[in-house]
């Protein structure tokens, strides 16, 4: 379902370079060698036809909540480092298209797809499977169960001196932001007894967003995709059988092909 439709023109003739600073982030003047008026004026149109979609315009937000960058093969991507709920509800793909003549042309279609948010599920004290049965159980309530994997047992990773760990993957269909969506499943830890003591450790429940659809959110809270995905198999196995066909939204692979 489509949640939004925005399209911007920028003269790229009329773009004041001193522009950048108040545009562009850090990534974003990183992520190309030169920034130059054509550079520059697409970032300007995409962000704008980005807060147009989102039904709002730029009231209240900030044009560096988002970054617009290319990954290695130059195809476009946008990070999300503020969430913003668009006018008519959540987000989990977004869109964008740039073209270039005289003009700087953009794009952006936001979209809510069912399902296609991937949750996933480890626990290695107690009653492992139990512990499992009791956060489907509690992501029922926050959420619609689209698809369980199967649970699998594997060897800790990272930190290996400790006792093996059940896994499995769950897609859910959610009307909460990705952010308070993680903010929730750190209170379902909590709740299920995990207590926070050292990085890998033993714990009874983790909860990870593994995809939220294609976005890309870096922040102090939340980074989506799962930095390690692609280095772990108690992620990408669960992910294979439920998603074989997802595509991760900054490699441009997809699940089955890891």
């Known amino acids: 379902m489509i949640i939004g439709i925005g399209n911007d023109i920028v003269d790229i003739s009329r773009i004041d370079l001193k522009l950048s ?87 952006t279609i936001l979209e809510k797809e069912q399902g296609k948010i991937f949750i996933a599920i480890g626990t290695n004290l107690g009653d492992r499977e139990n512990n499992i049965k009791k956060a489907i159980k509690e992501l029922e309530y926050i959420s619609k169960i689209v698809k369980i994997s199967s649970i699998i047992e594997t060897k800790p990773y990272g930190k290996t001196d400790q006792p093996d760990f059940l896994n ?23 709740k299920l007894g995990r207590v926070r003591t050292e990085k890998w450790g033993p714990r009874i429940i983790d909860l990870d967003i593994l995809f939220y659809g294609n976005l890309v959110i870096r922040n102090e809270l939340l980074t989506v995709p799962h930095y390690d995905f692609q280095n772990r198999d108690f992620f990408i196995n669960p992910m294979k059988e439920i998603a074989p066909n997802f595509v991760h939204p900054i490699l441009l692979k997809k699940i089955d092909e890891f």
């Open 21 to 107: 600073e108040r545009i562009l982030t850090e990534e974003e003047k990183t992520n190309k060698a030169k920034v130059t008026h054509e550079y520059l004026a697409g970032r300007f149109a995409l962000k704008e036809s980005f807060f147009k979609a989102l039904g709002t315009g730029l009231n209240g937000h900030s044009f560096k909540d988002i970054s617009f960058l290319n990954r290695e093969d130059g195809s476009l991507y946008i990070k999300i480092h503020k969430y913003h709920m668009a006018k008519f509800g959540t987000y989990n793909f977004v869109h964008a298209t740039l073209s270039h003549d005289k003009f700087a042309m953009a794009n």
């Open 168 to 190: 499995c993957v769950v897609e859910i269909d959610t009307k909460l932001p990705p952010d308070k969506l993680m903010e929730t499943l750190l209170e379902i830890e909590k």
